[in-house]
Structure formats: C-alpha cells, structure tokens
C-alpha cells in the first residue's frame, strides 16, 4: 500500500541551550533530521510532511533542497497536536508512518520491517525494552496485544515497573488516524494532545495492534542535549567503522575514526588514529594513512601514503604518491603518479607530475610541475602581486635549488636548473642553469654591535 511519512520536528529543544534547532545539529556531519529524511527517500515514501515550529526559518534554508511537505505546529500543544498540521496532505486510502527529528539512527530496514508488520495489522508501533525506561511512555498489554501508551507522568507506579517503551514512531492508515486525531483531548499532567492516546481509541475499537522491534536500542534513541548528542555520535562513527573493516579496512583504534560524508574504500587500507573524513572521499587499495589527517572531498589512489598530521582538501593524489607529514593539499592540487611532497609543503591548484618531488618546506600555488622535477626547500611560486593571480611552469627535470622565489609568471625549461636562493623572474630555457642572487661581499675589520 501507498504510504506518506509525518516527521515531528518543531520541537525547540530547550535543552540543547542552543540558537541552532534541535534537528539541525549534524550527526556525521549532517542535521540530523536530514538523515532520517534520507532514509526515508530510500523506502519509497509518496510524500514526506516536516512539522516544524521553532526557528522556521533556519530549518528552512537548511533543507531546502528536499521535495517535503512543511507544516507549520505554531503552538506546541502536544505531539497528536503535531500530527494534525500534517492532516490536508493525508489521504484516507494510505497508510502513514510517523517518525520523530530527534532519532537520526533508524535504519531502513527497521522502517521496512514496521510497515510490513502494518499489512497484518490495523496499527503497527516501533517499541523497545530498556533498562532504564525512566522519562519514557510504557507499552500497556493485554497478553500479546497492545492496548494502550501511558505516558511516564500519567503511569501508575505498577505502569513504571514496565521496561517496553514507545519510540514515537507508528504506522497506520490515513483514516484511521485523521478519526482518532479529531478525538484527542488534552486531560492529562501535561495539558497536551497525545499521539499515543489514538493506540487506546484502536484498541477500543477492536483494532489490530502489533509492535516491531528495531535491531539495537541506539537506532531509536533520541537526542535532548549535548550528552546525548555526543553519545549518538559516537554511536554512529563507531558503525562507520565497523562498515570499513568489514570492507577490508584496517583502524589502529574504530573509536577514533570520523566519518561526516561520503567514504568509498578499497581494501587492504590501514589507517591510524583520528582520521576525519569530510564530503566526498575515496580512498583506493593498499594505502596507508597516518595519524591525525583531514581528507575533504578528494580522491586518493592506490598505493598512496598519507603521512602524520596531513590536510587533502579538493585535491588528488595518484598512485603510489608520498604526502606529509604536516602537508597541505588545497583544492585543485593533483598529484600524478610516484610524486611526493613532505614536510610542511603546500599546494593549491598546482599539478606535480610524475615522479616530481617538494620534500620540504615549500609554497606551489597555480603551478604545473613536470615529470622528474626536485623542489628544493623553501621554494616558493610567488603567484600573487595583491590584486591577481599568475602562473608558474617547471618543465620536467628541472632543479630548483633550495630557498628560490619564482615570480609567477614564470617558466622554467626541462632539465634546467635554478641554483639556491635566488629570485626567478625571467624565462629560463631548457638545459640552463640560472643563478639570480646579489653578489656575496665579505668585509674585513666589521665590529659586531654591542649592547648600550
């Protein structure tokens, strides 16, 4: 059967002590709300109805690239309140899965397996046991049946000694539910309209009610303040990590391993401590990575090695290529087959070609590098005049001594070579040694100053 999908997500989470809205703090480096959007993208949803409230704007702009519904909960009165925003997008022939903001772990298969349990059913609810179900509503049964959610502050305190909590998170048909909304009441501790008072009105009318189960308690866990926050968090990178062993993947240690986008990975990886990855990273077979690195969207080939304390950023490594330690690769920086640079070298849109090495302390910036050149150390393409930027050429085989400024724009000849510390900033041609420093004068009879 057709189904839509009511998240409630107006909730100000006070708790948070934050200007940012619950549902937008990142798991994995995404709001949170926009993971269980994606998830539900997965199932097949025929719409998707956001119930938003506070800092309607911010949420806004943050999601505005989904095709969902936006229903405004002005006042919070509740969460069956909640639900009724979402009403004039509800069709009485499908049936509707409610989901909560602040869950961002639920997997699809747990929402697959809870609107298959629904084709038995008259009304299917997401539970779990806990061991501590202190704050949470009780599933009420008659044997096998479900017949009632009491909320903690309503429950009696034989009612609190039960461990099986509600998630928030059902399924039923559209009819049903708009009949069950419209007799809603608010007589209850907390003066509100509760959802879970329609499981009552089904089970008085003889309904069908089946609970499902998710797989781990953490999928349906939610998040009210920064502990918990952190706790989810660590919860979700520790799945990650979990996904690139068994993909072949070695982590000197899977709690210190931070995934906030989109990882490809071949096998035989072997990655040391605190690596962050964010956006689009892939990472190829047999590469070895060191403690301590940033990838941002970037691409690293078979057989690299990533040294300690490394950033990648927009950038491209090649084959069996050497990075760092304590180097930066800003965007547009490529480096082809077997090039390597080392300590305290950065690159921004500049292609270092095959072979080619800057092994130390060194600045290319809108550069292209031969194949088989030496950057010696402390060279620096000066690229900028204050206003725009130049280019550099180093043809392939090209020296260039230690401690030389190139004045883009430059071009340096194969096989030439630029001795040490000069100042580059006229063409040199191939096969060519130029020396562009001031004359050494040595004077006789100097006295070093001295302290008045």
């Known amino acids: 059967m057709a189904f839509s999908v009511v998240i409630l997500a107006a909730g100000k989470g006070t708790r948070m002590k934050s200007s940012l809205p619950k549902v937008l703090h990142p798991i994995g480096g995404k709001p949170m709300v926009q993971r269980i959007i994606d998830t539900v993208n ?34 919070q009165l509740g969460t069956g309140h909640a639900v009724q925003q979402a009403v004039p997008n509800i069709q009485d022939d499908e049936d509707v899965l409610i989901l909560v903001g602040d869950a961002p772990l639920i997997k699809p298969s747990t929402l697959q397996q809870l609107i298959e349990i629904k084709q038995s059913a008259d009304l299917a609810l997401l539970t779990v046991h806990l061991d501590d179900p202190t704050g949470m509503g009780r599933i009420i049964r008659q044997g096998e049946q479900v017949t ?24 039923m048909s559209g009819q049903d539910l708009k009949r069950w909304l419209g007799q809603l009441n608010s007589n209850n501790a907390q003066g ?12 008085e009318e003889g309904k069908v009610i089946k609970a499902s189960h998710p797989s781990s308690a953490i999928e349906v866990e939610g998040i009210n303040n920064r502990m918990q926050l952190a706790n989810i968090e660590r919860a979700f990178q520790f799945e990650q990590a979990q996904q690139a062993m068994t993909q072949g993947v070695s982590l000197a240690d899977p709690h210190r391993f931070d995934v906030r986008g989109e990882l490809s990975l071949g096998q035989d990886i072997n990655i040391d401590i605190n690596l962050v990855v964010q956006g689009k990273v892939s990472i190829g077979s047999n590469v070895k990575i060191g403690p301590n690195c940033l990838l941002i969207d970037c691409e690293i080939a078979d057989g690299a090695v990533i040294e300690a304390n490394s950033i990648i950023e927009q950038a491209k490594v090649g084959p069996n290529c050497t990075v760092g330690p304590f180097a ?30 800057a092994n130390h302390l060194t600045y290319l910036g809108d550069t292209v590098v031969g194949e088989g050149a030496n950057i010696g150390a402390g060279t620096i393409t000066c690229n900028y005049d204050g206003v725009n930027k130049f280019k550099t050429e180093i043809g392939d085989g ?35 040694l130029a020396i562009a420093r001031a004359k050494q004068r040595n004077v006789t009879g100097w006295t070093r100053p001295s302290k008045k």
């Open 148 to 171: 009632a959610i009491v909320e903690h502050k309503d429950a009696t305190q034989a009612q609190q000694q039960i461990t099986e909590i509600n998630t928030g998170m059902m399924i």
């Open 42 to 75: 997965t199932l097949g949803a025929r719409s998707i109805n956001l119930i938003y409230g506070h800092e309607a704007e911010q949420l806004q702009q943050a999601l505005s690239h989904n095709a969902i519904n936006w229903c405004l909960q002005a006042e």
């Open 328 to 357: 930066r690769l800003r965007p547009g920086a490529v480096m082809h087959e077997d090039s390597k640079v080392g300590n305290f070298v950065e690159m921004k849109k500049t292609v270092l070609g095959k072979g080619s090495k």
């Open 398 to 432: 090209a020296f260039i001594g230690s401690n030389s400024a190139l004045v883009a724009p430059a071009v340096i000849g194969k096989n030439a070579t630029v001795g040490a510390g000069s100042i580059v900033t006229k063409p040199i041609e191939d096969d060519t």
């Open 192 to 203: 509100e309209f509760y959802l879970t008072d329609v499981i009552a009105m089904a089970a």
